[in-house]
């Protein structure tokens, strides 16, 4: 799998909205490469593995929240390619009460059904993830590994980020994508032509991205950066967004996640009503996957009695 050049489709998507802005929408199906090295993920991942595999490492170590779907593209991706895995999550009181924990969330089950092995830390330590000490540390601990940063994103996920358009995609003015850490927008305005548009749509609030992703970008064109206001920021979920989620999926068949594609869909269309795209513009939306993520959601919805997503 992580040796070939995959390639995914485009879908269009029909909705009355944009024949009335005169806008060609369509989607690119990234989410359908795997249930679980799902869209940015595998490009993330890929050539990181086979840096791994040319450092003759044996073991994979990356971060992440409990929900990540990194975490499991990792466990699931280092399955695969026959490495050990091995998963720093943010919350040491998820320690106390694994079993617990491999029961209600499907997202560290499934990573530990692919032989990942955590590793809870606290708040505190999981913010100083990044310095050298805690890094020594986790060497003491665990072995020697191959390194991946929480998100994936590093020069070689980058890289793998630029195989997501292709030629064929050079007709459209607009590439949307969702954005977390910034890795896979930087691979995409790498890789667009000069004429293209790239917007990408924060799953944060608050605009301290913008500048992680200066840093990556070589190619000069017109990019911009939309953060989470509208929703308050990571993973904060309502109900007009679940209502929204549950009918795109009736109208055009696809289902989105609710921390970065529902998101993405929810303003980019909001951005066409407000007439912010040009009429006869031809738009590709990434559909960079994270539907694993659905499940523990509607799990924190139902504590709350709000409406579910449909999947
Ligand atoms: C991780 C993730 C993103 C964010 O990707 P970055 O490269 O971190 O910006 C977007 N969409 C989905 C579905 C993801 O899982």
């Known amino acids: 799998m992580f040796q070939k050049t995959i390639q995914t ?21 990234e989410d359908l490469i795997h249930e679980f090295v799902s869209g940015n993920k595998f490009r993330k991942l890929k050539y990181n593995i086979s840096e791994a595999n040319r450092q003759n490492k044996k073991t994979l170590l990356t971060f992440g929240g409990a929900f990540s779907n990194h975490i499991v593209a990792t466990a699931v991706a280092g399955k695969l390619s026959g490495f050990n895995t091995i998963g720093i999550v943010r919350g040491n009181e998820l320690a106390t009460k694994f079993d617990r924990v491999l029961k209600e969330n499907k997202t560290i089950n499934e990573a530990y059904k692919n032989g990942m092995k955590f590793d809870f830390v606290s708040r505190e330590d999981y913010s100083n993830k990044e310095t050298k000490e805690f890094i020594a540390y986790l060497k003491k601990k665990h072995g020697d590994f191959y390194l991946i940063p929480e998100g994936g994103t590093n020069k070689l996920a980058i890289q793998g980020c630029k195989e997501i358009l292709t030629s064929e995609d050079e007709k459209f003015d607009y590439i949307c994508v969702a954005v ?45 950066l939309i953060s989470d206001d509208y929703f308050g920021g990571y993973a904060k979920i309502n109900t007009s967004l679940v209502t929204f989620m549950n009918e795109f999926k009736e109208q055009t068949g696809v289902l989105l996640d609710p921390i970065y594609t529902g998101k993405m869909m929810f303003r980019l269309l909001d951005m066409i009503e407000k007439n ?26 139902k504590k709350k009695n709000l409406d579910l997503i449909k999947v």
Do not use: P, Y
């Open 180 to 224: 977390g850490t910034g890795g896979t927008v930087s691979g995409i305005i790498n890789s667009v032509k000069r004429t293209t548009t790239v917007l990408g749509f924060s799953a944060l609030k608050g605009g301290f991205l913008k500048k992680e992703i200066e840093k990556n970008v070589i190619n000069s064109i017109n990019w911009e």
């Open 276 to 301: 912010q795209i040009k009429q006869g513009a031809k738009i590709l939306a990434i559909h960079t996957g994270g539907i694993q993520g659905i499940d523990g959601i509607n799990t924190k919805l």
């Open 9 to 29: 489709q485009n879908q269009q998507i029909h909705l009355s909205l944009l024949e009335e802005k005169k806008i060609e929408l369509w989607i690119k199906r």
